[in-house]
């Protein structure tokens, strides 16, 4: 059992055209004993959830006895303790971690693309943003809340759901077809989630538009969950 983690981040990555974070975990016991591991994070998520990890590799008297044999630790050494991590870890569990990674990152680059950055309208009054700005601001809003959405469903269940609604067709992002059997995806999620009409959201916005800024640049700019 352990009393507090502390982590720094020591590399990034690049395995398979993916760029994963890679970051130093030390803890004391209630003994008073230092224990240290590597985790590693996939670029395309900031969820803890989503790390995987190597068993406690160091154990020392001091925590500084730790960093000191993990500064000693070169990049192809991490690659192969996260090599190791990936093969002992469940296929199925991957596969459903990386899909709804995919989906993130397909979502959020859209978003992004329709409403470009929602802070160069900061210095904006809020009744002076034309209707079509608006417009394109609300669809990036209910693409990110699509993508929070999907944040929230563990990996299995979220490749479970996505089997289903798309029938048995299987989803291949170096496919032609990647984008429209994901946009099936997205719609079906989108409908069932209770979002605000445009007007409601418009007048909700224009009341409070630092609290949907702070949301979209936590989401986009930070990189994490509001």
């Not at 000191?68 to 303790?81: F, Y």
């Not at 979220?158 to 089997?163: A, H, I, R």
């Not at 989401?219 to 994490?224: Q, T």
Request: hydrophobic share 35%; glycine share 6%; net charge negative.
């Amino acid at each position: 059992m352990t009393l507090s983690e502390r982590r720094r981040s020591v590399a990034f990555i690049q395995k398979e055209g993916e760029s994963w974070a890679c970051f130093l975990v030390t803890f004391v016991t209630q003994a008073g004993e230092w224990r240290g591991y590597f985790s590693f994070r996939p670029g395309y998520s900031e969820l803890s959830e989503d790390e995987i990890r190597t068993t406690d590799i160091f154990i020392e008297s001091s925590e500084a006895e730790i960093h000191e044999k993990a500064r000693g630790l070169g990049k192809p050494l991490l690659a192969g303790l996260l090599d190791s991590v990936l093969n002992t870890r469940s296929p199925d569990g991957l596969v459903g971690q990386q899909l709804r990674g995919q989906f993130r990152r397909l979502l959020q680059k859209n978003s992004q693309d329709i409403a470009g950055d929602w802070a160069t309208d900061e210095t904006m009054p809020p009744n002076e943003i034309e209707l079509d700005r608006l417009r394109s601001m609300y669809s990036s809003y209910r693409l990110d809340q699509v993508s929070h959405f999907i944040s929230l469903i563990t990996p299995d269940n979220f490749e479970g759901t996505v089997d289903e609604i798309l029938a048995g067709e299987s989803i291949d992002f170096l496919s032609k077809d990647r984008v429209q059997f994901a946009m099936m995806v997205v719609d079906h999620i989108e409908r069932l989630l209770p979002l605000p009409d445009f007007q409601s959201w418009a007048r909700d916005f224009l009341a409070h538009p630092e609290a949907y800024r702070l949301y979209t640049h936590t989401l986009h700019r930070e990189g994490r969950l509001p």
